[in-house]
């Protein structure tokens, strides 16, 4: 069957009120999964665009420890990287004791491995995170940055070294925000009829950021 246009004028009451529910629908639920993500992601639109003008002092925390003789010889141990630079994960063995002693779960990532150490990043929304592990003596440094929450949401807005899962959850959001905006236009346009502002209101919306643009960013 055949889905007939949809149009403002010349649509039957009936059929107009089909589309205006049906459109009312899927904006109240769009708007409601959107709802928290867009406080979210415009508090931090804010927070991103002042940034300099927010303080913060980072905490950093510094743990070192010994490694035991026979977790040490692991990063000397037959099929770990030789020459003057290599990446493999650290071994199993090895990440078990650091999630034991220092309660710090690592997953299978390379770290970079050189003669002198093994060197592991650990980037993280709002910090940053390293651990080092001289392969000689088996001495582990490891080191966490904090720098607060405000910085946390703003990585969070940004999906700086938030994961797989962040990164699906901003597509379906972007997807959510799509439907809510576009079903959205079409309500507006089955209404406009009886409210002459609101072209010129949609117009606005498009004129003022396009001039700030052409005038104002170079």
């Given at each position: 069957?055949?889905?007939?246009?949809?149009?403002?004028?010349?649509?039957?009451?009936?059929?107009?009120?089909?589309?205006?529910?049906t459109l009312h629908q899927w904006h109240w639920i769009s708007s409601a999964l959107c709802l928290v993500g867009?406080?979210?992601?415009?508090?931090?639109?804010?927070?991103?665009?002042?940034?300099?003008?927010?303080?913060?002092?980072?905490?950093?925390?510094?743990?070192?420890?010994?490694?035991?003789?026979?977790?040490?010889?692991?990063?000397?141990?037959?099929?770990?990287?030789?020459?003057?630079?290599?990446?493999?994960?650290?071994?199993?063995?090895?990440?078990?004791?650091?999630?034991?002693?220092?309660?710090?779960?690592?997953?299978?990532?390379?770290?970079?491995?050189?003669?002198?150490?093994?060197?592991?990043?650990?980037?993280?929304?709002?910090?940053?995170?390293?651990?080092?592990?001289?392969?000689?003596?088996?001495?582990?440094?490891?080191?966490?940055?904090?720098?607060?929450?405000?910085?946390?949401?703003?990585d969070l807005h940004k999906g700086r070294n938030t994961g797989a899962a962040w990164s699906w959850f901003i597509?379906?959001?972007?997807?959510?925000?799509?439907?809510?905006?576009?079903?959205?236009?079409?309500?507006?346009?089955?209404?406009?009829?009886?409210?002459?502002?609101?072209?010129?209101?949609?117009?606005?919306?498009?004129?003022?950021?396009?001039?700030?643009?052409?005038?104002?960013?170079?």
């Amino acid at each position: 069957m055949a889905i007939e246009p949809l149009t403002t004028n010349s649509a039957s009451p009936a059929r107009r009120a089909y589309w205006l529910k049906t459109l009312h629908q899927w904006h109240w639920i769009s708007s409601a999964l959107c709802l928290v993500g867009l406080l979210l992601f415009a508090l931090t639109g804010i927070t991103l665009n002042n940034a300099s003008r927010i303080g913060a002092t980072p905490k950093v925390t510094s743990l070192k420890q010994q490694l035991p003789p026979p977790v040490a010889a692991l990063l000397n141990a037959p099929g770990t990287p030789r020459g003057d630079k290599g990446s493999a994960p650290l071994p199993p063995a090895l990440r078990d004791w650091i999630a034991q002693h220092l309660k710090l779960e690592l997953d299978a990532r390379d770290a970079e491995w050189s003669p002198e150490e093994v060197y592991l990043s650990l980037p993280r929304p709002g910090g940053d995170a390293w651990l080092r592990v001289d392969r000689a003596s088996g001495a582990l440094e490891y080191e966490l940055t904090d720098r607060g929450w405000i910085s946390f949401l703003n990585d969070l807005h940004k999906g700086r070294n938030t994961g797989a899962a962040w990164s699906w959850f901003i597509d379906v959001f972007a997807a959510a925000c799509l439907v809510f905006s576009i079903t959205g236009l079409f309500i507006l346009k089955m209404h406009a009829g009886h409210r002459p502002i609101t072209w010129p209101m949609v117009g606005a919306g498009l004129v003022i950021p396009l001039v700030l643009a052409i005038l104002f960013i170079h």
